[in-house]
C-alpha cells in the first residue's frame, strides 16, 4: 500500500479517521520527553485513538538514538504484548520518527506505524523515504531499514510553539529541495525568511508540501539510495562535519544550522567544481550568513573538518572525499569527489563569504 501524506489543521481527526478506515487497530503511541509533556496531552484530549493508546516515552536527543534507549522501547513492546497487527504512532521530531520507526520495522519483523513529525525537520525530512535507525559505535544511523509508514500525518499545529531555531533548522532542509528542484522556488524561498512576524506556520504549510514532494519524486525512483537518492546528501558532507566539530568543541549545533553551512560551502564546490552560477552561490551565502549566522572557523580547524569528512561512512576512498555536488539549480550531480586542497579553497572562501 503507498504511504499516505496528509496534511491536515487538525491532526487528531486525521488521526482518528485514519485508524478507522484502517479497521481500529490497537495503537501505541513513541514520544519524547518533549511531545510527551507538550503535544501528547492536547492530542490525547482531542483523539479517541490517542486516548486509548498506551504510551512509551523515549529520550530526546541525537545521542539517545542509540541502543539502550531501543532496547527500552523493544521491552516496553513486549510488555504490551504487541502484535503485527498493532499500530505505532511516532510522535515526534526525526528522533523518535528514526527510533521509533526502527523499533516498529524489527518488532516481531515488523508492525505497521505512522508518523507524525513535530518538528519542521521532520516533516520535511523523515516524512518520506523510510528512513529508520540508530546510532552504533560513533556513527551516525549505523543501523536501520528503509521502511515506509502506514502514513504520516503532517501539521501546522504542531510548529506553531516551535522555537525561532528549530523552524530555521527545518528551513535549510526545504531551500536543500528547492535546489534539487528549480529556480523559482529556491529565490523564492531566499526572498522570506521564516523569521518573519508575517510568516506564520500557515505560510509554512504549502512549502512543506512542495519540500515533501521533492522528496518524495526522489525517493519513489530510488528508495534504497543506489543512485539518485544521493541527491538529497547534498550541502550534508561540510555539514555533518561542521555538526560533528560543534559537538567535539561541547557547542552542539542544530542539524539544519550545520547542513545550511555545509550547502554554502558545497555550492562553492559545485562553482569551482562544475561551473554552478556564482550569482546563487552569493544569494545562498549572504542569506544564510544573515538568518543562521556563520560557523566559527579558522585555517587551524581544516584537518579536523577533512579529517571529519573523510570518515563519512558515504565515503569509499580515503584520498577523495566524496560530495553531492549541483551543476545548476534542479541539476544535482552525485559520486562527485574533491581533493583535500579544493575543500581548503573552498572553505576559505565561505570564510570570506561569511566575514571571517
Ligand atoms: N535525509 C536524506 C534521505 O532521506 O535520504
Not at 545550511?260 to 552561490?281: C, D, K, Q, R
Request: glycine share 8%.
Amino acid at each position: 500500500m503507498e504511504q499516505q501524506l496528509i496534511y491536515t489543521a487538525s491532526p487528531a481527526s486525521a488521526l482518528d479517521d485514519l485508524t478507522q478506515r484502517l479497521g481500529s487497530p490497537r495503537c501505541v503511541i513513541i514520544a519524547d520527553v518533549n511531545t510527551a509533556g507538550l503535544v501528547l496531552p492536547t492530542l490525547k484530549a482531542e483523539s479517541e485513538t490517542a486516548a486509548a493508546a498506551p504510551q512509551i516515552i523515549i529520550k530526546s536527543g541525537d545521542a539517545d538514538k542509540n541502543l539502550n534507549e531501543l532496547t527500552g522501547v523493544w521491552r516496553q513492546m513486549d510488555s504490551l504484548r504487541l502484535g503485527r497487527k498493532d499500530i505505532v504512532i511516532n510522535l515526534g521530531g526525526g528522533v523518535v520518527t528514526d527510533l521509533g520507526g526502527f523499533a516498529a520495522a524489527t518488532f516481531k519483523r515488523g508492525l505497521r506505524c505512522i508518523n507524525m513529525p513535530t518538528t519542521v525537520l521532520a516533516a520535511v525530512d523523515a516524512s518520506v523515504g523510510g528512513k529508520t535507525g540508530i546510532n552504533f559505535n560513533g556513527v551516525k544511523n549505523l543501523i536501520g531499514t528503509f521502511t515506509e509508514p502506514l502514513a504520516t500525518i503532517i501539521s501546522g499545529r504542531f510548529f506553531a510553539t516551535l522555537p525561532p531555531r528549530e523552524i530555521l533548522s527545518g528551513y535549510a532542509e526545504i531551500i536543500k529541495h528547492s535546489l534539487l528542484e528549480d529556480d523559482r522556488t529556491f529565490t523564492y524561498l531566499l526572498h522570506h525568511s521564516p523569521a518573519e512576524p508575517a510568516f506564520s506556520t500557515a505560510g509554512l504549510l504549502p512549502l512543506i508540501q512542495t519540500s515533501v514532494l521533492t522528496k518524495k519524486r526522489i525517493c519513489d525512483a530510488d528508495l534504497r539510495e543506489s543512485g539518485i537518492r544521493k541527491a538529497l546528501n547534498f550541502g550534508h558532507t561540510a555539514g555533518h562535519a561542521f555538526e560533528a566539530l560543534a559537538l567535539r568543541r561541547q557547542a552542539p549545533v542544530p542539524h539544519g544550522y550545520a547542513v545550511a553551512w555545509g550547502m554554502v560551502t558545497e555550492l562553492i564546490l559545485s562553482h569551482m567544481l562544475l561551473n554552478f552560477p556564482s550569482e546563487y552561490v552569493a544569494l545562498l551565502a549572504r542569506y544564510v550568513t544573515e538568518n543562521y549566522g556563520a560557523f566559527d572557523l579558522s585555517c587551524n580547524d581544516y584537518p579536523e573538518l577533512l579529517e571529519l569528512m573523510s570518515h563519512d561512512k558515504k565515503n569509499t576512498d580515503p584520498e577523495k572525499i566524496n560530495f553531492t555536488l549541483l551543476e545548476a539549480v534542479g541539476r544535482p550531480r552525485i559520486d562527485c569527489t574533491a581533493d583535500p586542497e579544493r575543500i581548503k579553497v573552498a572553505l576559505d572562501i565561505y570564510r570570506d563569504f561569511s566575514g571571517q
